[in-house]
């Protein structure tokens, strides 16, 4: 009886913050689709330095997130607006479905067009995410095994993979589940093999940026580009690293997967110097910390992350990963991080980093932010809770 009282006590403050932060990101979001309603081409992205909003064009990479928030509260709220907010703000990003330039194309459309797909089932949606699974696919190489991330700074690396990258296998996945071709598939399981392989330290973390060398296929360069230093570990980096493996478990059932995936998971979470609101610094190995920059979106990435993963996992381990997570969708609930309606420039959270050493969206609202807070609410909502929606 102590022990049910204590969990339905828990499921109750949690679906009081759960319902609280969504409710939030409805006004929030309504506010942001309709400033931006007349003006076609335009989807958030941040706050500049000047304290002005700043929107991007499709071609950015973070054009599909917006969207992608839009389909979560459409699907938690059946409120119509949304979804027509959803649809108009998803066709904003159909032209990069033949992007072949950039490795972020499935951040772009699997966010905006995969979940508008799986709520709608609409057929449009499904030709425009497999040709962008198709145009995804020519950045990939045998040779290395891997999809490029970066066509810039070529005189520093011969050919540049990012931890950023595993998440858009998501799209690849998909792609072949999809389609007669299990081709998509086969190149995001050797992508994620290979950064397995050669992206991870003794202690699971990981390294941003691992260069290869195209006619060996072997690392030339292991670096960091966002992060303190070549061998720290960057904060949202290591919140790719986890939510990707997750992902590509739940997309392929292989166990080398979770097992990485946990792995990962025991890093961040057993970290001294993670904060005890789990919040966690931009960088681990910042060196200033306690008087350094939290990183709300690599918070919420690792929330959405460490919710599913304590889905497929069990016992104890289970348990601290989802305890892990309700402290961070606790803090990013508050008003520390959570803006006020009407604040903030419409985005739903504060105090992000996007790249603190090039001096470029520093302790700001990110729409990946937002993104990856909302999903962590509605898989919580959904897989923990279990409220009917």
Known sequence: MICSCITSTKNEEMSQIVNKGLERAVVQSKYMAESLWNEKDKLPRTIGKDGKFVTSTSRWWTSGFFPGVLWYLYEMTADDSLKLYAEDYTWRVKDEQYTTDNHDVGFM??????????????????????QGAESLSTRFRPTVGCIRSWDWNK???????????????????????????TKYVNIAKSHADVTMKYHFRPDYSCYHVVSYDTISGQPEKKNTCQGYAHKSSWARGQGWALYGYTMMYRETKELKYLEHAKKVAQFIINHPRLPEDKIPYWDFDAPNIPNELRDASAGAIIASALIELSQYTEGD???????????????????????????????????????????GEVDVPLTYADYYYVEALVRYKRDILKEKI
């Not at 459309?109 to 799986?118: D, E, H, K, T, V």
Request: proline fraction near 4%.
């Open 317 to 359: 381990f289970s348990r601290q990963c989802l305890s892990v997570a309700e402290i961070q969708l606790k803090t990013l609930s508050s008003p520390e991080y959570l803006a006020e309606p009407g604040t903030n420039c419409n985005f739903i959270l504060k105090h992000s980093v996007g790249n603190f050493p090039g001096n």
């Open 155 to 181: 005189k520093v690396w011969e050919y540049p993979v990012i931890i950023d990258n595993m998440m858009n296998l998501e799209l690849l996945d998909w792609a072949s589940k999809n389609s007669d071709s």
């Open 109 to 130: 459309l699997y966010c905006s067009f995969g979940n508008g797909y799986r709520l709608t089932g609409d057929e449009q949606y499904k030709k425009i995410l497999l």
